[in-house]
């Protein structure tokens, strides 16, 4: 690559926060956030992906859900601090061949779309203990592709943005939606009116998010057909014609367990999650943080976050699941300490990179998948979880709070039913 990765561009732009960063507001807690990111992307392992990587992974992610499924279960991050990022406009025109070969459109435009994308993975522990890698998105919007993006151009032009949002994935086991609705009341970061009132709501959301996160076309093609009928409608913008998913009935969508691709489909979403970026301390003034936010404001961040990064998190899952196969070949790349290189007039720093491409060709990589990843095998029968304590504890351990998991019925009846004895023994 004859240029800097974009990783070193963004540690050269964080020096100059007020003309680099998007949105940019100032103040001692965006200084100290971004303080804390410089270290953060200086010590993180740094990976650029090559373009064949990328097609093939791209390939992976169009994969039936079952499988997909089994991905997510595999794509576990292998640092604790990662960055990894790839060329988007190749991409782009790799997506619009592929999806073009299947009878499909894809309007695919280059100048709305940033020359190399990048997503800074952590690891995460909030205040219950529970730990998460939080998924944040990097780009630089050049000047001329600005009002692609908004009609707010000045805003975007020639600087990094990352949005206020970013996403988790759960990639070990399934979500408890009643011990999940406890924790995010006991973090008590969202305004109340906000906040989902049952478990039952808190799905219905987890819904909406993989729905968004992983392409709207990905949720069309493996719903149920009278399902999707029942769902989806055109946007009431003429022009583009498109067709939206409607929400109306959720509840009974989700209720329905008599197609196994959906189920597995309802699973990768229930384990997304949305969550504040770093980009949120710099990108709004100190007093909102005391202030608070509405209900409202809090779904402008999170539609700004599905509209820049959709898809991204379903090819995410596929590269890494690749990469976790030993498949891939890692070239470690020393930038030359001769050639200079600076972007909005800073010097671009030279730290190393990691190049990771595959070591087999295309068609055993579709093989590799199509061996390892066979899908999720079928639905449980139904049977009962039992209720339970739950205890929340703290990143010292100490508990927090203390709450019970009411029992429920889980499986499909259609399958059979698992009857459960608890045999109660005292010595």
Not at 160 to 188: A, G, H
Not at 199 to 226: I, V
Not at 241 to 262: C, M, R, W
Not at 393 to 420: F, M, Y
Request: glycine content about 4%; proline content about 3%; hydrophobic content about 35%.
């Amino acid at each position: 690559m004859d240029k800097p990765i974009l990783c070193n561009q963004i540690l050269s732009g964080l020096t100059q926060p007020k003309k680099a960063l998007a949105l940019y507001s100032g103040g001692s807690i965006a200084d100290s956030m971004i303080r804390q990111t410089q270290v953060d992307l200086l010590q993180s392992q740094k990976f650029v992906v090559s373009e064949n990587l990328v097609n093939n992974a791209y390939k992976a992610s169009t994969e039936k859900p079952s499988v997909l499924l089994e991905m997510v279960e595999n794509a576990q991050i292998p640092f604790d601090n990662l960055w990894i990022e790839w060329d988007e406009r190749s991409r782009q025109r790799f997506i619009k061949e592929f999806t073009n070969k299947r009878g499909q459109d894809y309007n695919f435009d280059s100048r709305g779309v940033p020359e190399r994308i990048g997503y800074h993975i952590k690891k995460f522990t909030d205040e219950t203990g529970h730990v998460d890698f939080l998924y944040e998105m990097w780009a630089f919007i050049e000047k001329d592709k600005a009002e692609d993006f908004t009609e707010q151009a000045d805003f975007l032009a020639d600087k990094f943005i990352q949005p206020s949002m970013c996403f988790t994935i759960n990639n070990n086991k399934s979500i408890n939606f009643e011990e999940e609705l406890e924790r995010v009341d006991t973090l008590d970061e969202f305004p109340k009116e906000w906040r989902a009132k049952s478990s039952d709501q808190l799905m219905e959301r987890a819904f909406h998010t993989g729905a968004k996160l992983l392409s709207s076309w990905y949720l069309f093609e493996n719903m149920p057909k009278h399902l999707l009928k029942k769902h989806t409608r055109h946007s009431n913008n003429k022009k583009n014609g498109q067709i939206v998913f409607d929400s109306n009935n959720l509840p009974d969508t989700l209720a329905y367990d008599k197609d196994h691709e959906f189920n597995c489909l309802k699973e990768i979403y229930s384990r997304i999650s949305m969550a504040q970026s770093r980009g949120m301390h710099w990108s709004i003034p100190s007093w909102k943080f005391q202030e608070g936010y509405s209900r409202d404001e809090i779904q402008d961040h999170e539609h700004n976050l599905t509209v820049m990064c959709e898809g991204d998190l379903r090819f995410l899952i596929s590269l890494f699941a690749l990469i976790n196969q030993d498949v891939s070949d890692i070239q470690n790349i020393v930038p030359d300490n001769k050639i200079i290189h600076t972007k909005l007039g800073k010097r671009v720093p030279r730290n190393e990179y990691k190049v990771l491409s595959l070591n087999i060709s295309d068609r055993k990589v579709k093989k590799l998948y199509k061996d390892t990843f066979i899908g999720k095998g079928n639905p449980k029968r139904l049977h009962t979880r039992r209720g339970h304590f739950r205890h929340l504890r703290n990143i010292h351990g100490e508990i927090v709070k203390k709450v019970w998991i009411k029992s429920c019925v889980a499986g499909n009846a259609e399958l059979g039913t698992i009857e459960k004895d608890y045999n109660l023994k005292s010595e």
